[in-house]
């Protein structure tokens, strides 16, 4: 029998090997078009584009940030960092999966660098809480880049330490983010894809730390 603090202990502290739910072969059924853009959800970006994922919390809020983001030419919610293979929503809401909701972003580099893409992510959350994000509680909602390539992951990190220095100046705590390579991304269900597009009502938020991030964005004719 679970107890409350059971269920909260779990949404906190990520499985371990052997605890993780076992998932399904086959991928869960998502959206065929991305609601914003109008082309297909899993479209291959075109030569020179770059792929990043960025766990803000909560998808619905983070993915609509970003897809207003001139430059950004797709994007998708869905899951990542975890174990559990084509895990659902409710199964990753129970902390037993060992995903973050995050966003897939594909950009074009001519138009938006990843310089300026990292500071909407800094800024546009508290990357200090842990497994949390505002009263969103849960291993789910935990900050995270999930880079392609070993130059993303290395510009990812320094913007961490940059942040970091920016935080520790103005008193607030450490950065909690994961930062690594992009595992595999499992796209969510097709009510979450591009949600506050089809809800516009829909409460969802974002509450940044209040802290600037320090490196400034390249200027752009």
Known sequence: MFFLSDMLNKKLHLPKPGEALPGRARPVRTAA???????????????????????MGPFWAAERLLWRTPGVWLTASGYQGGMTPNPTYQETMTGLTGH???????????RISLAELLKIFWEGHDPTQGMRQGNDVGT??????YATGEAQLAEALASRDAYQAALS?????????EIGPAREFYYAEDQHQQYLHKNPNGQAALR????????????RA
């Open 33 to 55: 078009r991305h609601a914003a853009f109008k082309r297909p959800l899993k479209a291959t970006p075109p030569d020179g584009f770059e792929t990043i994922h960025f766990g």
């Open 100 to 110: 973050a909701e995050t966003v897939r972003v594909v950009f074009d580099p001519s």
């Open 140 to 145: 789910a909602y935990r900050s995270a880049i």
């Open 169 to 177: 100046d103005a008193r607030r705590d450490r950065i909690t983010t």
């Open 208 to 219: 940044g730390a209040g802290v600037e991030f320090p490196i400034a964005a390249p200027a």
